[in-house]
């Protein structure tokens, strides 16, 4: 029999992003409140259909410029003020996930430095930065005014799903520098782990932990007076993208 393709229901691959980034030491993720149904008025991950002539990572990069400004930094390429790190979290197709159709999500997970208030793009009609407790509370999400509703679809579970991903790789890789700015000092990065972990570490302990791993933390010879008080060493990311050893997340 020849291909029919009408033979086949409808079925659509989407990406999901979870845009998480450290704002006033708090560990936030970007969330969008969705304008058109389904789910309108919800809060969501920002998102959406890949296009015909996409592949994967091409749909994930330009959702992620369309809704946050950034492009995907290349490790290879000099830093970029605008660049994020970007990669594949992981693939949901439960049948009922979306009302309208067979959609399978490949979710990605993006980090990035402390970014302005974002703007709204496509259907949704408010987007915020908001603290990743907030938004995964059983009881729902909502803003001041505004009646208490789980996210969206499964994001909940996908927003979930990147936090440990984060929490997990900061611990064995370089990653938790692409929180930071290009340089930064070793209590910048500290506020850093402290925030995904949501743990308070001891600044003399972690100092010397990440100065003393090889490949992790590069000094620049400049200083800054940003955080206050007396004006603290700046450093840059080094080359090494595994650690030894690694920076093990201490228990709750």
Known sequence: MPYDPSAFPPFAV????????????????LAVR???????GRWALP??????????????ARELAEETGLCVHDPAAPT??????LEQLATYGDPGRDPRMRVVSVAHLALAPDLPAPRAGGDASNARWAPVEE????????????GLAPL??????????GVERARSKIEYSSLATAFCPPEFTVGELRRVYEAVWSVAL??????RKVTGTPGFLVPTGGTTTRQGGRPAQLFRAGGA????????????
């Open 34 to 40: 969705r304008g058109e149904p389904p789910f309108q």
């Open 47 to 60: 998102g959406g259909f890949v296009r015909a002539d996409e592949d994967l990572a091409q749909a994930a």
């Open 14 to 29: 989407t990406v999901d992003l979870v845009v998480l980034t450290v704002r006033r030491h708090s560990l936030c993720a």
């Open 202 to 207: 001891d600044p003399r302990n972690f100092h």
């Open 80 to 85: 970029q003020d605008n660049g994020a790190h």
């Open 241 to 252: 993208t595994l650690l030894n050893p690694p920076m093990l997340r201490p228990e709750m």
């Open 152 to 161: 969206a679809f499964d994001h909940a579970q996908i927003l979930s799903d």
């Open 135 to 146: 938004l995964l509370e059983q009881s729902g999400y909502g803003r001041p005014g505004e």
